[in-house]
């Protein structure tokens, strides 16, 4: 997931360039240029009022149009309510020409045509040509009405090829460079994927090496004891430090593991030296629980580590969410109260000794 | 002496059915009599008429989920105790919705699937570790509401503690334990869908003081408090 974000990210920044260009590129057609060639051949139109009416008309569809675009690709729906206004303005302008002169007055033309190209950029290629057709079949169709001779059709097919072959153009280079964006982003998101990875690998190192320093103060002395034979295996003590060092090994060694519901597979992790005992663990969850940090993993663990030690044929270790966290809790059957190493790190201990059964509840809140 | 709770075993293993009727037999109180014995629900079907008071039911049979089918069997007058290695929360409610009186999973069978049946049979409720552990992770919108107190006793019983535990440990008797547990197993009898056993519990509950009728919620349907959730029904309503 984290790959794919940034790299969503980079090129969606990328297409929201292009899209201003786009923006900026049609506002400034039907501005400069249609706007100017409307002043220009004032006095040949009909009605000049009328012109002016269907240019706002446009320019008011533009607008409509870029904030559509602005604001995220829009739906089919809306994209083609713009266009529709954009066409039925350009062919009215069109058709309200004087005749005989249509085709050199005619402003509308190339602002309709840009308009489709700002609502139907990023939608499927297919139905920006419809529209384009749309809007050259409705000019010829004006044309046609108003007589079609050999030097009109000329006119026509350049004006054509001039205006779509732009819009044609600009459309077709746009979706050239949001292809261009996505792979850059793609090779982008890969080089920072390539750092995350180091960065990671760096932090197992240190992980790793904390672990190392953890087992020299705790267990290589044991080792040492036994090795040298000042320690005898055959006392009961020391049978239950070594116990306790093995089932910190196991422990150490899941805590490297970096899976989902760490907490648990620690727990199961150090129950495996008091299930080899012959010690029927039991451990259940209900709900589903909160991540908690690695040092009151820790906490958590070395109090299961001391009563699973002492737990003599049975022992249930639950863990339920809570208000703000989670409640760990143990029920073994010890015999008597076991001292639990400190609380600490946002832990809270509970402990209560019964007959012959201990129960202790380690709470970890996360506020 | 009391009579004797008849009940059928429905499981599709016979090494766990001679489990449960050595089960039965070794209750030193000879409370239960074991009357029939099937593989599956069809001859149960074929009888019009109740045969037992209480049926085991294993939820697995020839792997096949069988908990929609609990319905039908309460409709015909039997209460069920649903015995299963599925201990999975979401199968633990849909069994007690669907009507069942008690669910005990096949791990606390030995300590609990008798007392379970001997529950059943008088409508009273009876709460397993496991039925404990779901109703705590239950998420559900349509939820009963559940005091701080009888969340507490769940929570503490199905940590493995005795009710005897709990109560020092909560500083009350257990007898009291035993109402707030029972209390809450009642409120969960009052919600979801309705089922002839649900309400035989509950007028229990009323009757032996256990649940007031102003604490019970309003009954509302699951499907109909699902619908009523914003923004998950069909697309465009």
């Known amino acids: ?367 | 002496m009391e009579q004797q709770v008849t009940v059928v075993i429905i499981e599709d293993h016979p090494v766990v059915t001679e489990g449960v009727a050595s089960w039965i037999r070794s209750d030193p109180g000879q409370r239960v009599r074991l009357v029939q014995m099937a593989r599956d629900l069809t001859e149960l079907r074929a009888v019009p008429r109740p045969s037992a008071d209480v049926i085991i039911l294993d939820l697995e049979l020839l792997g096949e989920l069988v908990t929609t089918q609990i319905p039908d069997l309460v409709a015909a007058g039997y209460r069920v105790v649903a015995f299963s290695g599925h201990s999975d929360p979401a199968i633990v409610m849909e069994t007690l919705d669907n009507g069942a009186h008690a669910y005990v999973s096949k791990e606390e069978g030995r300590d609990h699937l008798v007392e379970a049946v001997l529950a059943a049979a008088a409508d009273r409720p009876y709460v397993t570790r496991s039925q404990a552990r779901a109703i705590l992770a239950d998420q559900r919108p349509a939820r009963p509401t559940l005091s701080e107190q009888e969340r507490q006793a769940l929570l503490l019983w199905f940590q493995g503690m005795s009710k005897a535990s709990v109560g020092r440990r909560m500083s009350i008797s257990e007898n009291t334990v035993r109402q707030y547990i029972s209390r809450a197993r009642a409120k969960y009898a009052a919600t979801g869908r309705t089922a002839p056993s649900k309400d035989a519990l509950l007028a229990r509950a009323i009757e032996d003081g256990v649940i007031k009728p102003g604490e019970i919620m309003p009954y509302t349907s699951f499907a109909r408090a699902a619908t009523d959730r914003p923004n998950e029904g069909a697309p465009g309503r």
């Open chain 1, 1 to 367: 997931m984290t790959a794919v974000q940034p790299t969503t990210m980079m090129s969606g920044r990328y297409q929201r360039a292009f899209t201003i260009a786009v923006v900026v590129l049609v506002a400034g057609w039907h501005l400069a240029g249609a706007g100017g060639q409307l002043l220009d051949y004032r006095p040949a139109y009909g009605s000049f009022a009328f012109q002016g009416a269907m240019w706002l008309v446009m320019a008011l569809a533009i607008t409509a149009g870029s904030v559509l675009v602005l604001r995220g690709a829009p739906g089919w729906r809306a994209a083609w309510v713009v266009a529709v206004i954009a066409l039925a303005a350009s062919t009215a302008a069109a058709a309200a020409s004087p005749a005989g002169q249509m085709l050199a007055v005619n402003w509308a033309w190339g602002s309709a045509g840009w308009t489709g190209v700002l609502v139907l950029l990023r939608r499927r290629f297919a139905e920006l040509a419809w529209f384009l057709a749309a809007e050259a079949l409705a000019i010829l169709g004006v044309q046609a009405w108003d007589g079609l001779n050999r030097a009109d059709l000329a006119g026509f097919l350049a004006l054509l090829a001039w205006s779509t072959g732009g819009q044609v153009a600009v459309a077709a280079g746009v979706r050239a460079l949001d292809l261009a964006a996505g792979q850059a982003a793609t090779a982008a998101a890969g080089e920072h994927a390539a750092r995350e990875r180091a960065a990671t690998a760096q932090i197992i190192r240190v992980a790793r090496h904390a672990r190392w320093l953890a087992l020299q103060e705790s267990a290589v002395p044991l080792v040492a004891e036994l090795a040298a034979g000042t320690a005898d295996p055959g006392d009961a003590q020391v049978r239950v430090r070594c116990a306790v060092q093995a089932a910190r090994l196991r422990r150490l060694l899941a805590e490297g593991d970096e899976v989902a519901g760490s907490l648990v597979h620690e727990l199961h992790a150090s129950a495996d030296m008091a299930e080899r005992r012959g010690v029927a663990v039991e451990i259940e969850t209900a709900g589903a629980l909160p991540q908690v940090p690695g040092p009151a993993r820790r906490v958590i663990t070395d109090a299961a580590i001391a009563i699973l030690t002492a737990a003599r044929s049975q022992a249930r270790i639950t863990l339920a969410v809570v208000a703000a966290g989670i409640a760990v809790s143990f029920v073994a059957d010890t015999g008597a109260v076991v001292p639990l190493p400190a609380a600490g790190e946002g832990v809270a201990i509970e402990q209560q000794q019964d007959g012959g059964m201990f129960w202790a509840e380690a709470r970890w809140n996360s506020r």
